[in-house]
């Protein structure tokens, strides 16, 4: 259906349904909000080709409280610097905000910058269930992952399992898939995959 759209009607028909989901369901899937092509060049970039040589290991917690423990999460991240991220990750931050202003107007939130980081998590590993928002600091609304993972099928496994009220539901990281859920009211895990799972994961705050 989107197909006939010219980008900026489908960004905004992308927007309108990621407001609507948050409004109604709790929670926003998205595809296609990046697509094949915007896909394909940033995992071309340097730092997903060297694999983890420029990525760190992910910690639990936060600053002086944070700790290393792979029986928790077992992924690599690497922190993007809006100042000197390359052309194929400004596409999606200018999208991110674009998305932001969108949200704010929409749903009349308060959201004033967002955090972002590169995400790889190598074959076998995990991230138990958790919530996004820290204890100590309430900053982190709205958690938002893209993911980067080209032909993904579903006995690879790797799908990211949200606990409802109702239930639990899974999502795979479809390339190009983006999902948006609040931070602070839906615990999540990441399932193990046997091949390497790619995304670009972040968070909108009310603090800049």
């Not at 896909?39 to 409280?65: C, N, P, T, Y």
């Not at 639990?168 to 995959?193: M, Q, T, W, Y």
Request: aromatic share 10%; charged share 25%.
């Amino acid at each position: 259906m989107l197909l006939h759209l010219s980008m900026e009607e489908k960004l905004l028909s992308q927007f309108e349904a990621i407001a609507d989901g948050l409004a109604n369901e709790g929670i926003a899937v998205i595809d296609e909000f990046l697509n094949s092509e915007e896909v394909i060049s940033i995992v071309q970039l340097e730092e997903f080709k060297h694999d983890l040589s420029h990525f760190r290991k992910a910690g639990i917690g936060k600053q002086e409280g944070k700790q290393i423990n792979e029986s928790i999460r077992g992924d690599f991240i690497e922190w993007i610097d809006r100042a000197t991220a390359l052309p194929p990750i400004r596409i999606y931050l200018e999208r991110l905000s674009q998305l932001m202003v969108f949200l704010n107007q929409s749903l009349f939130l308060s959201l004033k910058d967002y955090e972002v980081h590169q995400t790889i998590y190598p074959v076998g590993s995990f991230y138990k269930r958790h919530l996004d928002q820290f204890k100590k600091d309430d900053r982190r609304k709205l958690s938002v992952i893209c993911y980067l993972n080209e032909n993904w099928k579903e006995e690879e496994g790797g799908q990211l399992r949200i606990y409802f009220p109702e239930g639990s539901k899974d999502f795979f990281p479809i390339s190009g898939r983006l999902v948006c859920f609040p931070s602070n009211l839906l615990e999540h895990e990441v399932l193990p995959a046997t091949r390497e799972r790619l995304s670009i994961t972040g968070w909108m705050l009310d603090v800049a």
